[in-house]
């Protein structure tokens, strides 16, 4: 197999980094050019308040979404467990209308720029500092290490390339996108997910004519329809108990449970996320996240059905052990290298050129965010109250720097390759998910939630998920069997609860937790912050609910053909 790139496919790739850099460039310039004092303002640096038109917003959302683990890691769940693993996609489509309706107003009515600062206002500093310095460590430590080791691992095994050339080059390319700030990012992000979409869709296109080649037929359709026909165990949404991926994903879980805290905390209390809507009015941020809606339902298309195919190649000994492994060797995460790696000349440019855009856009997007909590949260609040905006944007493009050099020297030392991207992230978030989503959702909707109920969900909820993990080894859980949350692998003795169902459990002992220290406090006379709410804010525009209408019913359908 061929590990490197032609030169026509280094032309492709060459063209799609002039247009993003130039494209880049140009707005920066076009920013600073006017008005030299706008370089200084540190709300159009980090926010790019009232620049960003919703066609950037939603764009740059998927671009900062779409990544190494997507491409390589959910690419491989599609080699391993099918379509199912697409409800990541399809229920986070669901997800930012309910962000978009309920978050995002409350946010923007109460103009907070940064998570750490909500907190700060609606319960104390001592809470919103210990969350800010969390994020940045989980940011740098888990979430920017794994895009930039995945990706340069991904980016070396397509090009032949050294893999720590394309960490560091990622890294450059990706400090150059950044330091102009979020305007920049935001609008060459609608360059990104151009080339994302493209090279995604022609990766999926030659993926399912190649299925449909090898059984003597051809085109896209023929390919889709083998599929299913040859793989249809790999074309079910809902998993049932005695399914060996039942652990990942548990059932109903995925449509009643843990999946909503999953999506809902990543989605609506994630500064790497919500940054992007947060300097545009709500109309403006309201139809970003929509069309975001939109283009997370094709996302399955181009990082899913690759996967699925290449299992129906490799079942048919289309591809072998040289490409996947064999036995406990097998490794699913080679899914989607291994296409790229047989697509014609030129288009494995284009493919190429997709995958160093989702990567790079959600470096750029990482960081950022790591900048403007450092920058807005630690810097400005502790280290220096009276600092310009002018030093706040310095300062500001110093953490970028500095957060990208951390995440390059120590992203080859924490065994990313070894656990899998994908489980990676979902392992360490998952950790304290559970907790700050309820400290949030009672802190939005909830006027009596107090700052010491706060506190328990941020540190209560993570021992809690540490309990969880471990209480398997402790004691027979059999008992919750019948009701699907515990099954025994196979090869094992001992009964797991289900990642999902885990969440699950944590989030609902840190409500009912908040909601009695809350109750004792404010019974003696404890006074707490709230936000200002006003009903009318959560109405949408007709257009956006017809919009939101037709997600609901595309989702419908899709659940009800591959249930």
């Not at 050019?33 to 960003?52: M, N, P, Q, R």
């Not at 099918?82 to 229920?91: N, P």
């Not at 907070?112 to 001592?126: C, D, E």
């Not at 080339?195 to 296109?205: D, E, M, S, W």
Request: net charge neutral; proline share 3%; charged share 10%.
């Amino acid at each position: 197999m061929m590990h490197q790139l032609a030169t026509l496919d280094y032309i492709v790739f060459f063209i799609y980094f002039v247009i993003v850099a130039g494209y880049g460039i140009w707005i920066y310039r076009r920013k600073t050019g006017h008005d030299g004092t706008i370089e200084g303002d540190s709300k159009d640096y980090f926010l790019a308040e009232g620049s960003l038109t919703w066609w950037a917003i939603g764009s740059s959302l998927i671009a900062s979404n779409i990544s190494a683990e997507q491409f390589v890691g959910m690419s491989g769940s599609g080699f391993k467990m099918g379509l199912a693993i697409a409800t990541y996609e399809w229920m986070a489509a669901l997800t930012l209308i309910i962000v978009a309706v309920f978050f995002i107003p409350v946010y923007l009515k109460n103009n907070i720029s940064t998570m750490p600062q909500f907190l700060h206002q609606r319960y104390n500093g001592t809470v919103a500092m210990i969350m800010a310095i969390f994020w940045l460590m989980l940011y740098v430590v888990v979430n920017l290490t794994s895009i930039l080791y995945l990706g340069a691992i991904a980016v070396s095994s397509i090009s032949g390339l050294n893999l720590d050339f394309c960490l560091y080059a990622l890294a450059a390319f990706a400090i150059i996108i950044t330091l102009g700030g979020m305007k920049v990012i935001g609008f060459t992000d609608v360059i990104q997910v151009f080339f994302l979409i493209l090279g995604g869709l022609a990766t999926t296109y030659l993926a399912l004519n190649m299925v449909a080649e090898h059984y003597g037929q051809s085109g896209v359709m023929n390919g889709f329809n083998l599929m299913t026909d040859q793989a249809s165990d790999h074309f079910q949404m809902i998993f049932k108990r005695d399914n060996p991926n039942y652990l990942d994903l548990p059932g109903l879980t995925v449509l009643l449970g843990g999946m909503w805290i999953v999506n809902l905390n990543y989605w609506g209390c994630n500064q790497y996320i919500t940054q992007r809507a947060l300097g545009a009015d709500l109309p403006t941020a309201r139809s970003g996240l929509l069309f975001a809606a939109f283009l997370k339902l094709l996302m399955p298309v181009i990082v899913v059905l690759p996967g699925i195919a290449a299992y129906v190649l490799y079942k048919q000994d289309v591809f072998g052990a040289a490409e996947f492994g064999q036995g406990a060797d097998l490794n699913p995460d080679r899914a989607y290298p291994v296409l790229l790696n047989i697509l014609p000349i030129g288009l494995k440019g284009l493919s190429f050129a997709a995958l160093t855009a989702a990567v790079v856009a959600s470096l750029a997007g990482k960081a950022n965010s790591i900048a403007t909590i450092f920058t807005l949260d630690v810097y400005h609040k502790v280290i220096n109250p009276n600092a310009t905006e002018k030093n706040l944007v310095s300062v500001g493009k110093i953490a970028v720097v500095v957060a990208m050099i951390l995440g390059v020297l120590i992203a080859p030392h924490l065994g990313i390759d070894k656990k899998g991207g994908f489980q990676y992230i979902q392992e360490y978030t998952g950790f304290v998910s559970p907790g700050i989503f309820a400290m949030f959702i009672l802190g939005f909707f909830w006027k009596r939630t107090t700052s010491a109920a706060a506190l328990f969900a941020t540190i209560g909820g993570f021992l809690l998920s540490v309990m969880f993990k471990f209480l398997p080894n402790i004691m027979d859980l059999s008992f919750l069997a019948p009701f699907g949350f515990a099954v025994k692998p196979e090869g094992s003795n001992v009964y797991e609860i289900p990642f999902l169902d885990r969440m699950g459990f944590v989030f609902i002992i840190c409500i009912v937790a908040m909601i009695i220290i809350s109750l004792l406090q404010t019974s003696r006379g404890v006074k707490t912050n709230g936000l200002e709410v006003d009903s009318s804010m959560f109405k949408p525009k007709p257009s956006f609910a017809i919009g939101a209408m037709v997600i609901v019913v595309i989702l419908t359908a899709l659940y009800t053909i591959y249930w």
